[in-house]
């Protein structure tokens, strides 16, 4: 009701966040691919309640193993089952569920490495130099062949130490956040270098505000719409980057299945079944699709250029 | 600018050295020992000769200056020594594979050929399809064919190359049996019909390689233009009543490409770590494979080596993105 209203003539404050809605939801590409990972979380999330076939189970009997084992998609199984007789459907949902965690683990501690180097380089001067030839260093690395050295170095004693899912889970995440911060620290960097020399940072600090509280409301607001960009693409590249590790059968181990394993798995009996690959496939597919179109939309919606026009 | 380069240079040379110390320790301190290959049966003195023989026995200083001196003298030596038949290497130790006791940068070289033809064929078709495409994408701003490039450079972008070449192998080499889904590294190009084949079993490999990176490349390549079309002096070109053709060749075209060859060169050590993904795919006898094997068989030599390697490419090419930079852009400065 106040929303007619509002607009021109209130002297209420708009909520720069409202502008930015207002920007991403015109934005087509944006709000399908947000329709899109909305719906692949949901059905990964509530799709378990929906459809209880344990993604684990086995027939017991070899002869009705035998029987359900490369079954073609039909009514009792949508997406048909696997060399062992398990229901893919199943273990669509469960892997799923690990990609999707994989990625936003992995993107929040990218994120939160990322914001803190930027931060702590824009800030404070003498760690400028240090931070940012480590963060050089770091884009100096292959990323790839590191990442796979790595997991095959501390697979093992990480599975050993804290249980195989755990273990492997924990690695493969930190290995993926450790290695994707950079790009996130130097456009904070970038960042807070410029607001450090604006007015009401100058005027917080005349006033006696200690440089946490500085950096806690002053500066962390302002850098979190460039912050909330690299997060969209650094959450896309860790499930492709999880993706790909699996794949290359240097991910999860087998009876823990996420898409990429699915796909690395299908991979084999591709000439006979190749919806065993088809839907893993689509799956990490769409959702990268969805996540780079809502960072294509929320770039532009938080572009101040953009939005005073 | 020759200071700069230099300077630059001899930048690289910590650089590289520091990159190889983290990878020799990050390898060398990992907990899982190599020597975990070995069988329990064997008695422990049999083990600790095995070891001294593998050179595993030293510490991590000496090992790490040890391969550092393999790596930057004696190879190099040997190098000379195949191309030019002298003796320079003698008798020094080279690097050896654990797996295969061969020399590790024999394995290398046998390989490199392969990544690179596949790798560059890709590159360079990539290139030639997204700059057009970007270009005229720029040029004609929210025109269907911008709305239709857009789109599919996204799509591009978005699939990964191991679906998509699981997906090309489905359709073309299983279902359709026009291309093979593997890749013989046994094939010798001879006569017309071998070269022939050897297209034909590029052609898969090469069109993902291609597709993936003509999506990035475009989208960069559109929005390099689409800056430079909204500058003054592309505005003066046209009042002073020039062609449009030299308005959008000469005046934009030329300054949009400076940031876009910039990143084709920045580029070029990301195809060689994707390599490693289609390689897989297609079975291709590559480095990439060659590294897959060897962290499947712990083959410490092997994995430092390749690695430091893949380093040594990104730093290289970022060399040379910096340098082409100064070149092209008479802007900037470095004094």
């Known amino acids: ?309 | 600018m020759l200071t700069y380069a230099l300077r630059r240079l001899l930048l690289a040379i910590p650089t590289l050295l520091l990159i190889s110390l983290f990878i020799f320790l990050m390898v060398d301190l990992a907990p899982g020992s190599p020597m975990s290959e070995i069988p329990r049966s064997i008695p422990p003195e049999t083990r600790a000769r095995m070891i001294a023989a593998l050179g595993a026995d030293q510490p991590v200083f000496v090992r790490y200056l040890l391969w550092l001196k393999q790596f930057f003298v004696v190879e190099p030596a040997y190098l000379i020594d195949g191309w030019f038949g002298t003796s320079l290497g003698g008798d020094q130790q080279r690097i050896l594979s654990w797996q295969s006791r061969a020399p590790v940068f024999d394995v290398i070289g046998d390989r490199l050929g392969r990544t690179m033809t596949v790798v560059g064929a890709g590159y360079v078709i990539a290139a030639a399809i997204a700059l057009p495409i970007g270009i005229y994408s720029a040029y004609r701003q929210y025109s269907w064919f911008d709305q239709l490039g857009t789109f599919v450079a996204m799509i591009g972008y978005s699939v990964p190359t191991f679906f998509t070449g699981v997906l090309l192998i489905v359709i073309f080499a299983v279902n359709l049996g026009w291309f093979p889904s593997y890749y013989d590294a046994s094939l010798k190009v001879k006569d017309f019909a071998s070269l022939s084949r050897q297209v034909w079993q590029m052609a898969l490999p090469v069109t993902v390689i291609a597709l993936f990176h003509a999506a990035e490349i475009s989208r960069y390549t559109r929005s390099s233009m689409l800056d430079t079309l909204g500058q003054d002096y592309v505005r003066t070109a046209r009042a002073k009543g020039a062609l449009e053709q030299t308005v959008v060749i000469k005046h934009a075209l030329r300054n949009a490409m400076i940031p876009v060859i910039t990143v084709l060169a920045l580029g070029m050590p990301s195809i060689f770590g994707g390599s490693i993904i289609v390689e897989q795919v297609f079975k291709i006898n590559g480095i990439g494979g060659a590294l897959i094997g060897a962290i499947v068989a712990s083959d410490l030599p092997m994995v430092q080596t390749l690695t430091f390697i893949f380093a040594a490419l990104i730093v290289f090419f970022n060399l040379v993105a910096d340098l082409l930079y100064g070149m092209m852009d008479p802007r900037i400065r470095y004094d």
């Not at chain 1, 209130?10 to 947000?34: I, L, N, Q, T």
């Not at chain 1, 006696?208 to 806690?216: N, W």
């Open chain 1, 1 to 309: 009701m106040t929303d007619t209203n509002a607009g021109a003539f209130s002297d209420r404050a708009h909520s720069p966040w409202a502008g930015v809605w207002r920007k991403f939801r015109h934005h087509v590409g944006a709000m399908v691919g947000a329709a899109v990972l909305i719906l692949l979380i949901l059905a990964v999330l509530v799709g378990p309640w929906l459809w209880q076939i344990d993604p684990a189970f086995i027939e017991p009997k070899a002869a009705d193993m035998m029987r359900t084992r490369n079954l073609a998609p039909s009514l009792a199984h949508p997406m048909g089952t696997d060399q062992l007789g398990r229901d893919t459907l199943a273990r669509m949902l469960a892997g799923g569920k690990v990609s999707l965690a994989v990625g936003l683990v992995a993107m929040a501690i990218a994120i939160l490495v990322g914001t803190a180097v930027g931060v702590l380089a824009g800030f404070v001067r003498w760690l400028d130099g240090p931070l940012m030839r480590l963060t050089d260093f770091f884009l100096a690395l292959p990323l790839l062949p590191l990442l796979l050295v790595m997991v095959m170095l501390f697979r093992d004693a990480l599975a050993g130490a804290l249980g195989i899912e755990l273990g492997t889970f924990l690695l493969i995440v930190g290995a993926i956040g450790l290695t994707s911060w950079m790009q996130a620290a130097r456009v904070v960097r970038g960042e807070v270098l410029a607001l450090k020399e604006r007015e009401f940072v100058l005027a917080a600090r005349s006033i006696g505000t200690p440089p946490l509280r500085i950096i806690l409301t002053h500066i962390l607001p302002n850098v979190l719409s460039p912050v909330m960009v690299a997060a969209t693409l650094g959450f896309a590249s860790a499930i492709i980057t999880e993706s790909a590790l699996s794949f290359l059968g240097l991910g999860f181990p087998p009876d823990f299945p996420t898409w990429g394993r699915l796909l690395y798995e299908g991979v084999e009996y591709m000439q006979m079944e190749p919806n065993r690959v088809l839907f893993p496939g689509l799956a990490i597919s769409l959702t990268v699709l969805g996540i780079n179109y809502i960072g294509d939309g929320l770039r532009d919606a938080l572009d101040p250029r953009q939005r005073l026009r």
